[in-house]
């Protein structure tokens, strides 16, 4: 996976507010200018921007197009994620540890 894609795509205020919006479900183009009061062309490119980094994916349905989070790039960005939880965990305990002989220390 890219991850250079995926976080560029993803770092833009307005492409990180579409990915909340999406996040409700499903929205047409219409809808999420309505909801940013951005042009619909602005939109479109962003939508553009995240159907290529895999964030979004379209389904036509009759006249109007339908955006919806891309689940997989989600999981594939969560399991990316889930290989720093042992180093954060172990940081934390450590963290604590510290603050525990500070606490003991001043009570002295």
Same mark, same amino acid.
């Given at each position: 996976?890219?991850?250079?894609?995926?976080?560029?795509?993803?770092?833009?205020?307005?492409? #990180?507010?579409?990915?909340?919006?999406?996040?409700?479900?499903?929205?047409?183009?219409?809808? #999420?200018?309505?909801?940013?009061?951005?042009?619909?062309?602005? %939109?479109?490119?962003?939508?553009?921007? #995240?159907?290529?980094?895999? %964030?979004?994916?379209?389904?036509?349905?009759?006249?109007?197009?339908?955006?919806?989070?891309?689940?997989?790039?989600?999981?594939?960005?969560?399991?990316?994620?889930? +290989?720093?939880?042992?180093?954060? +965990?172990?940081? #934390?305990?450590?963290?604590? +540890? %510290?603050?525990?002989?500070?606490?003991?220390?001043?009570?002295?």
């Amino acid at each position: 996976m890219n991850m250079d894609t995926f976080f560029a795509a993803v770092a833009e205020p307005n492409r #990180l507010r579409i990915i909340e919006m999406l996040r409700d479900g499903p929205s047409s183009v219409n809808a #999420l200018v309505e909801r940013l009061h951005l042009k619909q062309p602005l %939109v479109s490119k962003h939508l553009r921007i #995240l159907a290529g980094a895999g %964030v979004v994916r379209v389904r036509p349905q009759a006249q109007l197009r339908f955006y919806e989070l891309d689940e997989a790039k989600f999981k594939e960005i969560d399991m990316w994620l889930d +290989t720093f939880a042992h180093t954060w +965990t172990q940081r #934390l305990e450590n963290l604590d +540890t %510290v603050l525990q002989d500070m606490e003991e220390d001043s009570g002295r």
